[in-house]
């Protein structure tokens, strides 16, 4: 099967790119059989026009939709019950749902979960009092989230222009989702369909910009076809109608080289123009500016998720002496005779 060469995905000019040198490994190629046709690695270019950042050549979008739909990017998957999968949904997603709700002022409602996985996200939210709705390609997963957490929602398919809900939702959440998709016209013409008017969707990704790790490169795989900053998820939202309320880049305390985007539906389409960047200075961040931040950051950002547990163990174990010096040093005793 041939890769084909793409327009870029989001302003479809198709004769000007810029080609992006990505170091290391593909770890994820082989796993992709044939789709790759032998190549060692993906191939990233920068769009000349609005400097949107994706894999191109690519396969095809209907390749990679068959691919995902016949449950071949997961495999065979461990077995978790559902008390071990909420604890990790709860430690990986909280701060997430937490940002969404925040930020978009909803208290409960109707929420949609794209590429919902297992369904531990959309399990947090109906615990809130929030009724969930999910799509996933994976049939192993969409059924673990319908039949071992109890979920009644999550459809098996790809969220597209022919997605069928019976209700519209008032948030659409999605994390580590929209790198994966094939077509994303195709998805936010499901969007479209699915959510309220003056609804919202939250999203999270993986990102090139502001980086603080080598890893943001490593996101150039074979397993992603788009990377995206605020500016070109803007970029691709304003063609839909929506208007972005807020973003960060640093709003996980456990994981670095993270986008968290969030956006209003209001039917009005801004000027595009204003959310292009320029691809030469895009070319110079990716080949100039993110290694020098990975080379100056990764000494105090690698193993992020332990150094922020050190430390809220440490935080919580002072407040615990200066309350209770008396408690603080039983439980300490306690702890000591476990080890």
Known sequence: MSLITISCPLCKQDNSFIDVRVP??????????QLYSGSKKSMWKICGHCG?????????????NEFYLKSEYFGELPNIDAEQHLKFANWYYSEKIEYAIKYSQLNRGKVFDIGCGRGGVLKLFEQQGWKAYGVEPDKNLANYGNNTLGLK????????????????V???????????????????????KILKPKGYIFIA????????????KAWMNSAHYSLF???SL?????????????????????????????????????????????????????????PLRSFIFSPIYSYWAQKVRI???????????????????????RFVQKK
């Open 24 to 33: 290391g490994n593909d770890a994820h190629i082989e796993s992709y059989g």
């Open 52 to 64: 949107f950042v994706h894999q191109n050549p690519r396969p095809s979008v209907e390749a990679l």
């Open 153 to 168: 929602g999550v459809q098996q398919g790809i969220l597209d222009s022919k997605f069928e809900l019976d209700e519209k």
């Open 170 to 192: 008032d948030l659409i959440f999605s994390n580590h989702a929209f790198e994966h998709f094939a077509d994303l016209d195709e998805v936010m013409k499901g969007v479209q």
């Open 205 to 216: 990704i993986p990102t090139y910009f502001k980086n603080k790790s080598s890893l943001s």
């Open 229 to 231: 900053t605020h500016k």
């Open 234 to 290: 803007s970029n691709l939202l304003s063609r839909y109608g929506f208007e972005e309320i807020t973003h960060t880049y640093s709003g996980w305390k456990k994981e670095v080289d993270d986008l968290w985007y969030l956006a209003k539906y209001t039917g009005v389409r801004s000027d595009l123009a204003t959310h292009y960047e320029d691809p030469k200075e895009v070319s110079n961040y990716l080949h100039v500016v993110n």
């Open 311 to 333: 430390w809220n163990l440490l935080i919580y174990a002072t407040k615990m002496f200066f309350k209770s010096p008396k408690l603080f040093f039983m439980k300490l005793i």
